[in-house]
């Protein structure tokens, strides 16, 4: 079945500290990933995607994201976290589910980040 | 500014009294869809439209209507609200279906009582 899993809930980190955030995808074709933030009381905001080609791409915020596809993994890193970065985090694939393409979702890690 | 806006931000309202959830996008985008986000189950697609007049289901489509009359436009629809349709409900844009990018609302907190 298609699915995303966050295996991490809730981290916390102190500001200037390098991030990491985790990201697994179970899908039998090209997956197309995405990093999405949610500010508290906030939309989702795109923070990166992947599509093909180089496999470390940048976002904004200065964030970024490795492909691995032998590990099915998307993670998201920062090399040095802000106190703004505090957020919830959802990575989510793009499926084929018969007429639709749709976004399948992870159930998010929520950051937080001591001064 | 491109941007995706919903209307209200928060509702409280009673179990049975009919309600809509506006929601606009100014990028002329094709395809718009509703989540709902509850915790532990995090994001479900409710419904989606890949143009006027052309809507379907997503994976939790009960009890909730749509309608795409104009491109810019996409309410989401209570008919007879339940408790259980308490959560916080997100309006969503993009160019066309697929990789590209979706924008979503702000968002919307409802509480049934």
């Known amino acids: 079945a298609q699915s995303v899993t966050q295996p991490d809930i809730h981290i916390t980190v102190s500001e200037g500290a390098s991030l990491e955030l985790r990201c697994n995808y179970s899908?039998?074709?090209?997956?197309?990933l995405f990093w999405y933030v949610q500010s508290p009381g906030q939309g989702l905001q795109l923070l990166l995607k992947y599509f093909s080609g180089d496999t470390l791409v940048q976002g904004i915020k200065g964030f970024e994201a490795e492909f691995k596809r032998s590990q099915s993994s998307f993670n998201l890193r920062k090399p040095s976290v802000h106190w703004s970065d505090a957020a919830e985090y959802f990575c989510?694939?793009?499926?084929?589910?018969?007429?639709?393409?749709?976004?399948?979702w992870g159930l998010g890690t929520s950051l937080a980040v001591n001064p | 500014e491109a941007q995706v806006t919903q209307n209200p931000r928060y509702l409280i309202t009673v179990t049975g009294k009919k309600l809509t959830v506006t929601c606009s996008q100014n990028?002329?985008?094709?395809?718009m869809s509703w989540y709902r986000q509850d915790p532990g189950l995090g994001l479900r697609q409710i419904y989606y439209?890949?143009?006027?007049?052309?809507?379907d289901k997503g994976d939790v489509p009960e009890g909730y209507k749509v309608s795409r009359k104009e491109k810019r436009n996409f309410p989401l629809i209570l008919e007879s609200p339940s408790p259980n349709q308490t959560s916080l409900y997100f309006c969503?844009?993009?160019?066309?279906?697929?990789?590209?990018?979706?924008?979503f609302g702000p968002g919307t907190r409802l509480l049934v009582l």
């Open positions: 439209s890949m143009n006027v007049e052309v809507t």
């Open positions: 990028m002329n985008h094709e395809y």
């Open positions: 899908y039998g074709a090209t997956p197309y």
């Open positions: 989510a694939v793009v499926v084929n589910a018969g007429n639709n393409r749709k976004l399948i």
């Open positions: 969503a844009s993009s160019l066309s279906r697929g990789r590209e990018t979706q924008y």
